[in-house]
């Protein structure tokens, strides 16, 4: 009932002619994947969505765009920021919101998240919202409350019914590009534990039916053993989602 999303976050690489190539190529690969077992999903910078959208139209990939940010207003004197609007109005879906890089690099809080969760959904995108510690949460122990903290607070607000929709990427810091990743039983503890989190704040239904990925190092090696328990519905992946041969092959692993 949960379809598999696995979806590949760019962060600030690419340049829209490199970005068309990179989607050329999984498209390619993934010419046979079929959408009602897994959703793809590609994440380009700002300057390469247009483009990527215009190719997903036109050569018919089973692939779904995501942006990697948005702002917190509709429209306005917010120079260098972009929109929900703008985004929808690119035929994207999806948008990543509160990345660790954005919450510990450009200083993004708990507020702006959910104040850019409510204004995705108003301009009806789907937020892909990210949470997990830092090294040294993850070495007192404080995993769970942190995670708690964050999805409490982006969520804070947000209608049953959207909820149900949203994603949220369970990602450890310490796991972030770096090679290590959190062993799949740990990745699906935390992850069953902000199920019943979810299902505490507005039901079993709707915390049933959302999906909920794991990221942090995920490559065609690790992905099926990650994707396999029971409470992981996919994955965010940076670092392997910028070669399509690697980004292709956690998708083939986890179908
Ligand atoms: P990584 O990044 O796959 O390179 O660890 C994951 C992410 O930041 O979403």
Redesign the pocket.
């Known amino acids: 009932m949960r379809i598999t999303l696995i979806a590949g976050?760019w962060?600030m690489n690419k340049s829209h002619l490199e970005a068309m190539r990179l989607v050329q190529e999984i498209g390619h690969e993934l010419a046979d994947v079929n959408p009602q077992k897994v959703e793809v999903v590609v994440c380009p910078p700002f300057t390469a969505l247009r483009t990527i959208q215009t190719l997903i139209d036109a050569d018919r990939y089973e692939l779904v765009l995501g942006a990697q940010n948005m702002y917190l207003a509709e429209e306005g004197a917010f120079t260098g920021e972009i929109s929900a609007g703008m985004l929808k109005a690119l035929n994207v879906t999806y948008v990543v919101l509160g990345?660790?890089?954005r919450r510990e690099i450009l200083g993004e809080s708990d507020d702006e998240v959910n104040a850019k969760v409510k204004m995705a959904f108003e301009a009806g995108l789907t937020p892909l919202i990210?949470c997990g510690e830092t090294e040294s949460e993850h070495a007192a122990e404080q995993t769970r409350s942190k995670v708690e903290h964050q999805v409490q607070a982006a969520l804070a607000g947000v209608r049953p019914d959207q909820v149900r929709s949203a994603v949220i990427?369970y990602?450890p810091i310490w796991?972030?590009?770096?090679g290590q990743t959190a062993t799949p039983a740990d990745a699906q503890a935390t992850i069953a534990y902000i199920r019943s989190m979810v299902a505490d704040m507005v039901g079993p239904d709707v915390a049933g039916a959302m999906r909920l990925l794991y990221?942090?190092?995920?490559k065609a090696g690790n992905a099926k053993a990650l994707m396999s328990q029971s409470d992981i519905d996919g994955a965010?992946?940076?670092?392997?989602?910028l070669e399509a041969a690697e980004f292709s092959s956690i998708v083939k692993a986890v179908t």
């Open positions: 976050n962060k990345h660790s890089e990210c990427a990602e796991a972030i590009g770096t990221g942090g190092s995920v965010l992946v940076g670092g392997a989602s």
